[in-house]
């Protein structure tokens, strides 16, 4: 559909009104994006291009998108999970701010990716993406629209995993900026965004006590380190597992107990998996588990727990028996509690990140597309890291917005540094 030259496909168009207030309110705790829309709005560095973004459709995208705009972009949004779409959102940037959006909260599959396509039916020259699936439709069902794109910026850990697995194959088409390892976003968005509203998706979900509650995080990466501090933080008892030796080390290091999924499972309680890998509990995982264990996901694909097994060993299943909760009664009579059908719970169950740790993410995510349009700049075809000013520049302006100053280097100091003169 297309009110003006704005396109949608949105859940209802009644709902914008909720969604401007949320998409206002979020601003209100987002002081660096605003300043990148003021500037945006005054040189217009985006001017002309056409920009299609496939991710989740939030009140803090929704701010993205606005600054983009502002810009002088032709923003296009649609959703990167069928379950994260905020659809009064969606409704207002279609009504209040001009935007063209296709995202259905509870979308299919056939919906999902006709919404991507979509989103490349515009002809975009810039992308954005949290999970690298606009990127793949444009590798391989849409290959003919590729030669159009001059840059794309990949939000998550799990896109960027899949970008450099293509730039190793030699068959990326297109520079992307992986705006996930800048130190502005992967250590505060996965740390403490993930952290923070995965135990409020749970909470939500559930309306668990997390005090004395065993709660079992698979994966001690950034997001993983978030979700298991913030758990111990309101009392429950954390248990870690991991692959990696160096990530497992750390984490007995700072307190949590560390095993196997096989011993983890055993211990019951809350189950995490929050790796960006493929079918970390598994049937004989589910097996072990006590009646009553919850099981969600934080990871970016609902591929994490193993659900067509828990399918097979459900004798009965129980949709929602609360919102975002389905009841799996297995063979031996035990229940499971499936949270947000496996997908990510803190977008499904909850509202995602805070506005005010997705204010660096997306004034990183900003000025890289800023960066990687400049007239002039030509980039490989390859995963590139974002420029260091820009993390520096998002960094101070953040700082400054919580009132905290810091020192800086004296002269002398600069030159301590810089030398190898001085030793004992
Ligand atoms: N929920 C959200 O809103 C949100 C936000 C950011 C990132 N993510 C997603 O979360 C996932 C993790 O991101 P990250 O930034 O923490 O990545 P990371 O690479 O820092 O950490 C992942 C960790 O999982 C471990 N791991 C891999 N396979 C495992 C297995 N089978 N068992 C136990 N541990 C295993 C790895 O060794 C690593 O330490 C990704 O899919 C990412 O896209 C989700």
New binding site residues.
């Given amino acids: 559909m297309a009110k003006s030259s704005v396109r949608y496909d949105v859940s209802s168009m009644s709902l914008a009104a909720g969604g401007k207030k949320r998409i206002l309110w979020a601003d209100n705790d987002m002081p660096v994006l605003r300043l990148v829309r003021e500037r945006f709005a005054k040189q217009k560095p985006l001017r002309g291009l056409k920009m299609s973004c496939c991710l989740h459709i939030t009140a803090e995208t929704a701010n993205l998108a606005r600054a983009l705009k502002a810009g002088g972009a032709k923003v296009l949004l649609c959703a990167s999970n069928p379950l994260s779409t905020q659809d009064d959102v969606a409704a207002s940037l279609v009504k209040d701010f001009g935007i063209s959006v296709y995202a259905r909260r509870g979308e299919d599959r056939k919906t999902f990716y006709k919404h991507i396509n979509a989103a490349i039916d515009v002809g975009p020259q810039v992308t954005m993406d949290d ?1 690298a699936d606009l990127v793949h439709q444009l590798h391989t069902k849409r290959k003919a629209e590729a030669g159009n794109i001059i840059a794309s910026m990949e939000e ?4 960027v995993i899949r970008l450099r697995a293509m730039e190793a194959k030699g068959l990326l088409r297109f520079p992307v900026i992986a705006v996930n390892d800048a130190a502005t976003k ?1 250590l505060f ?2 740390r403490y ?2 952290g923070q ?2 135990i409020d998706g749970i909470i939500r979900a559930t309306d668990v006590l997390l005090a004395g509650q065993q709660v079992v995080v ?7 380190r978030g979700v298991s501090t913030r758990a111990r933080g309101m009392g429950a008892n954390v248990t870690i ?4 030796p160096l ?1 497992a080390l750390q984490a007995p290091m700072d307190g949590f107990r560390v095993c196997t ?1 096989a011993d983890a499972a055993r211990i019951s309680g809350v189950f995490v998996p ?4 493929k079918h ?1 509990i598994r049937r004989e995982d589910m097996a072990r588990m006590k009646d009553g264990a919850v099981v969600c996901n ?4 609902d591929v994490e727990i193993d659900i067509p097994a828990l399918h097979r060993m459900a004798k009965k299943v129980n949709k929602d028996i609360r919102a975002n909760v389905d009841e799996y009664v297995l063979g031996n009579g035990r229940r499971i509690f499936l949270l947000a059908q496996g997908r ?1 719970v ?2 499904a169950a909850a509202e ?2 805070p506005a005010s740790v997705m204010d660096m993410s997306f004034a990183t995510q900003a000025l890289a597309g800023e960066f990687a349009c400049k007239r002039g700049c030509k980039l490989d075809n390859v995963v590139h890291r974002v420029p260091e000013q820009i993390e520096q520049w998002v960094a101070r302006l953040k700082l400054r917005s919580m009132a905290v100053r810091i020192d800086k280097l004296t002269k002398e100091q600069q030159l301590y540094l810089a030398s190898s003169g001085e030793g004992t």
């Fill in positions: 999970g998550t850990t799990t896109g992967q968005d996965n965004g993930t509203s995965t698979a994966g001690y990466g950034w997001c993983g597992t991991e692959v990696d990530r999924m929050v790796t960006g890998d970390v934080s990871g970016h694909f990510l803190n977008l995602g990140h």
